[in-house]
C-alpha cells in the first residue's frame, strides 16, 4: 500500500471520527448552510446589481433587511429558547416548537401591520421606503412566514438534525435566484422584496412534515427519562432577557441598512450591502458552531466549557483563516458587482472582517451565558454593542460616509472582548478534570 493511499485512507478515518461527534457534525452542518446561504446570498446581489438600478437595489435591501429585523423582534426570541431547550424537552417538544409558531407568527402580523401602516400613510411618497397598500399587504404575510422559516431552522438544530439545513436553504437559494432572474425581465415594481420572499412560503410545507413525521417523532423516542420542558417561568424569564439583547443586536444588523438609505442615500445602501452580506455570513459561521454548543453543553452541562474548548479550535482554523482572505480579496470581490461597489466599499468590507477576531470573544461570551441562562447580562452587553454601532455611524458618517460603519464595528468589537475576555478565559480553564472533546 502506498504512502498516498495510508494517507487518504486515514484522513477518511478521521473524518468519520470527526463526524461521529454530535457537537461537530451539526457544527460542520450549520457552517455548510451558513456557506450555501451567503454564496447564494452574494451571487443574488450581483445579479441584482446588474439587472436593476443602485437604487432599486438600495431599495430592495432596505426593505428587506426591515422585513428581517420586524421578523425577529416579533418572534420574542423563540428561536434561541428552541435551541437552548429543545434538545432536554424530551415528550414536550411538540408543544413548546407548535407555541413558538402560533406566538410568533400572530405577534409577527401585529408588528409588520404597524410597520406598514407607518410606511404608508407618515412617509412622502418620494420616501425610498414608502409603499403601496397591497404591497404592505404582502410585506405583513411575509413576515409571518418568514418568522415560521426561521423557527424551522431553530427547531431542527435543537433536535440535532442540523444536516438538513443546507439542503433546506441550498432549495431556497436556488428557487430565490430564478425568480429574481424572471421578476428582472418583467416590469414588478418591487421584484426584489418578492424573488426574496415568495419561495419561503413553498419551502414551509415540506419542511415542517420533515420536522413533525420524522425528528421530532425520533426525539422523542431517544430522549432521556428526565428530560422535559422548562418551567414556564424559567423560559420566560429566559426569553425575557434574551429578547431584550435580540431587539439591541437588530440596531447593529438589520436596521443598518435602513439607516444607510436615511443617512447617505439608497445608493450608498446599495454599497453597503455585499460587505454587510460578507459579514453577517462569518458572523454565522461562529454562530453555526457556537449553536451546536449550546445543543450539546445543554443535554451535558459538565462538559461544557471542555465542548467550548474543541470549538474555538475549529473557529481558529476555519471561521478567522476565512476572514482573513476575505479581507484581502475585498476589492476583487466587490468587483463582481461592479466598479462602484469597489471603489465606495472596499475599505468597509476590509474593516468588518479585522473585526471578526475580537467578534469571537464576544461570541464565547453570548455562548457561556446563554447555558447559564443569564441573559440579563447578555442584554447589557448588546445593548452597549447596539448603541456604540448606531451611535458611531451616525457621528462618523459625515465626515468618513460608508466607512463610518467598517471603524465602528472594530471598536466597539475591541471594547467589548476586552471588558469579557477575562470572564470568557476563566470558562475555558475551568473543570479541567474532564476529558476534553478531541
Not at 400572530?106 to 401591520?113: P, Y
Not at 426525539?219 to 431587539?247: E, K
Request: contains cysteine; aromatic residues 8%.
Amino acid at each position: 500500500m502506498s504512502q498516498d493511499t495510508r494517507t487518504v485512507r486515514g484522513t477518511g478515518r478521521a473524518l468519520r471520527r470527526e463526524l461521529g461527534v454530535p457537537l461537530y457534525l451539526n457544527a460542520y452542518a450549520l457552517m455548510l448552510n451558513t456557506v450555501v446561504n451567503s454564496g447564494f446570498g452574494l451571487l443574488y446581489w450581483i445579479v441584482a446589481a446588474h439587472a436593476f438600478t443602485d437604487a432599486e437595489v438600495g431599495r430592495g435591501s432596505a426593505l428587506v433587511s426591515l422585513m428581517l429585523m420586524v421578523s425577529v423582534l416579533t418572534q420574542v426570541n423563540f428561536g434561541q429558547a428552541l435551541i437552548r431547550f429543545l434538545p432536554r424537552s424530551g415528550p414536550a417538544s411538540r408543544g413548546l416548537l407548535l407555541a413558538a409558531y402560533a406566538v410568533s407568527a400572530g405577534v409577527a402580523v401585529l408588528g409588520a401591520s404597524g410597520v406598514m401602516a407607518y410606511c404608508h400613510l407618515a412617509l412622502d411618497p418620494g420616501d425610498p421606503l414608502h409603499v403601496s397598500l397591497p404591497f404592505a399587504g404582502w410585506f405583513v404575510v411575509s413576515t409571518a412566514v418568514w418568522s415560521v422559516f426561521n423557527l424551522q431552522d431553530s427547531a431542527l438544530t435543537g433536535l440535532r438534525s442540523a444536516v438538513w439545513l443546507p439542503l433546506e436553504n441550498g432549495v431556497y437559494g436556488l428557487v430565490k435566484l430564478a425568480l429574481l432572474v424572471l421578476v428582472a425581465r418583467t416590469s414588478l415594481a418591487e421584484g426584489v422584496f418578492t424573488s426574496w420572499t415568495l419561495p419561503v412560503v413553498a419551502l414551509l410545507v415540506p419542511v415542517n412534515l420533515l420536522i413533525f413525521a420524522r425528528v421530532l417523532p425520533r426525539h422523542v423516542r431517544d430522549a432521556a427519562p428526565g428530560d422535559r420542558a422548562p418551567r414556564r417561568s424559567v423560559l420566560l424569564r429566559y426569553m425575557a432577557g434574551d429578547y431584550a439583547g435580540q431587539v439591541c443586536t437588530q440596531l447593529s444588523s438589520s436596521f443598518l441598512p435602513v439607516l444607510v438609505v436615511s443617512l447617505l442615500g439608497a445608493e450608498q445602501g446599495a454599497y453597503f450591502l455585499p460587505a454587510q452580506t460578507v459579514f453577517v455570513a462569518m458572523t454565522m459561521l461562529s454562530l453555526g458552531i457556537t449553536s451546536s454548543l449550546v445543543v450539546e453543553a445543554a443535554k451535558d452541562e459538565a462538559r461544557a466549557a471542555h465542548y467550548a474548548r474543541a470549538v474555538l479550535r475549529r473557529i481558529g482554523v476555519t471561521v478567522l483563516p476565512a476572514a482573513a482572505l476575505l479581507a484581502l480579496a475585498a476589492p476583487w470581490l466587490l468587483a463582481l458587482f461592479g466598479p462602484q461597489y469597489r471603489a465606495n466599499a472596499t475599505l468597509l468590507l476590509q474593516l468588518l472582517m479585522v473585526s471578526t477576531f475580537p467578534r469571537v470573544v464576544v461570541s464565547l461570551y453570548i455562548t457561556m451565558s446563554r447555558l447559564r441562562n443569564r441573559t440579563g447580562a447578555l442584554a447589557v452587553l448588546q445593548f452597549v454593542q447596539a448603541v456604540g454601532l448606531v451611535g458611531g455611524t451616525v457621528l462618523l458618517c459625515g465626515p468618513l460616509g460608508l466607512d463610518a460603519v467598517g471603524w465602528t464595528a472594530l471598536g466597539v468589537e475591541l471594547v467589548l472582548a476586552l471588558a469579557v475576555g477575562p470572564r470568557v478565559l476563566a470558562w475555558l480553564r475551568s473543570d479541567r478534570a474532564v476529558p476534553a472533546a478531541s
